[in-house]
């Protein structure tokens, strides 16, 4: 019953989707179990890059099943882009599954979210416009369209219009917009029944019989530990769980079938849009950082924030997740550099914090302590085992790994599917 799940130990953009990549090949089935097209994964296979977004990393590795699970939101017109551009590259996506409790993001959903965030001006949260946050507020408040809903013409018209009746008014009377007619939505949600069934399936019972059956199933988060929108920097957070807990909720397998949970870890911080971030850099190493790391984002195109690596959130994500591995990427950007800081503690109204303030007041004024690691000039793209790591690479992975509380069992030494370090196995 290997069932090992695979997240995002920061802000997200650690890297996951190479280390999906990585065990893909040897895993049965590769699940996103949240988020929605607001997630972006780059993957490098030899000289072929691949950018994906709602799709699971796994669909790049032959033989394995990639699953979208009932916690994900779908958008079925980026859906259905995102499988041509794969098919295009002969990349095959036939063996994909879609849960057909999976909400599906409306064209309203997508105007709500845009107009909402124009409207709060300075104050807003920095989303990716896709829907993704009014998808998720309507499946709690129980007016979501599910996937299932596109095969009873009835239900769905009925549900459409029922969501309709609050945003229009909203949208007409608060934000000047146009009423968005039911007829027209149902319309083009109807347009996609034919084209969605051939993945539409019973996911839950597909994941438990297969870990029942012993198959290895690799469950995959969005985003990152610090954006959960339960234990992440609220309000600037996604509008799901990429915890380890999510996995559960997400997927539907109960947390005793977990038997590994490993966390994504940049060797540096990154951030993407708004909220707090205490190792953020404005200087000249930021932007080296942005440059030399390639930092902008998949889904947005947005240039990432950059910052040192803060051992305080890495910490937490252990304590969060109950993680049992890291995987280090990005390893590599750091080369160059005399001296690396690395923030172990927060000052807050001059008292040193050791581990993440629950109050959002004072994370906002934390100021990092740092303490700095010699750093190394040597080339580590080719290296192949850790003992061939320059000596100060060998310290910085070994006191991030003290500092972080979980064993970092593999590390990125580059982009490509081969230029990773396996130090311990996660099978």
């Known amino acids: 019953m290997p069932a090992l799940v695979l997240l995002g130990a920061q802000w997200g953009d650690e ?23 607001n997630a972006g994964h780059t ?40 499988l041509s551009g ?27 979210d845009k107009v909402t965030e124009r409207f709060l001006g300075k104050r807003k949260i920095g989303t990716t416009g896709r829907g993704i946050g009014p998808t998720y507020a309507d499946k709690i408040n129980r007016v979501g369209i599910r996937v299932q809903d596109l095969y009873d013409e009835s239900i769905l018209t009925q549900k459409v219009e029922a969501a309709l009746d609050v945003k229009n008014q909203m949208l007409t009377k608060l934000y ?51 954006l959960d929108i339960d234990h992440g920097t609220y309000p600037f957070v996604t509008s799901s769980n990429p915890t380890a807990g999510g996995a559960c909720t997400g997927a539907g397998v109960g947390p005793t079938k977990i038997s590994r949970v490993i966390g994504i ?17 404005f200087d000249e190493d930021g932007e080296a950082l942005r440059r030399i790391g390639g930092e902008r984002g998949v889904t947005t195109g947005r240039d990432r924030r950059c910052g040192w690596f803060d051992a305080v959130i890495a910490r937490y994500a252990t304590r969060v997740n109950g993680l049992t591995d890291f995987f280090l990427t990005k390893l590599d950007v750091l080369t160059g550099w005399e001296q690396i800081p690395v923030c172990v503690a ?7 914090v050791e581990e993440l303030p629950y109050s959002q007041s004072d994370f906002h004024h934390a100021k990092p302590v740092y303490e700095t690691l010699p750093g190394w000039s040597e080339d580590i793209t080719k290296t192949k085992s850790f003992s061939d790591l320059p000596k ?36």
């Open 15 to 37: 890297g996951k989707g190479k280390a999906t990549d990585l065990l893909g090949g040897s895993v049965d089935y590769v699940v996103r179990y949240q988020g929605g097209n």
């Open 43 to 82: 993957v490098v296979v030899g000289d072929q890059k691949y950018a994906l977004h709602l799709l699971p990393s796994g669909i790049l590795s032959p033989g394995c099943t990639p699953v979208i699970g009932n916690g994900v939101v779908v958008d079925p017109s980026v859906l259905f882009s995102e």
């Open 86 to 112: 794969l098919n295009e590259r002969g990349v095959d996506t036939s063996k994909l599954l879609i849960s057909g409790n999976a909400h599906i993001i409306t064209p309203y959903n997508v105007t709500v």
């Open 176 to 226: 000047n917009r146009r009423a968005i007619a039911t007829g027209q939505v149902v319309e083009e949600l109807l347009g996609y029944a034919d084209k969605l069934a051939p993945y539409v399936a019973d996911t839950v019972l597909v994941l438990n019989q297969a870990l029942d059956d012993d198959k290895v199933v690799l469950f995959e988060g969005g985003q990152g530990t610090l």
């Open 265 to 281: 870890l940049k060797a540096y911080t990154t951030r993407v849009g708004a909220g707090p971030f205490p190792t953020e850099l």
């Open 346 to 352: 927060y000052e807050i109204d001059g008292k040193r």
């Open 392 to 427: 100060n690479a060998q310290a910085y992975v070994k006191a991030l790994e003290e500092m972080s509380g979980a064993p970092i069992s593999a590390i990125g030494v580059g982009p490509g599917r081969d230029e990773t370090i396996e130090v311990n196995s996660f099978l």
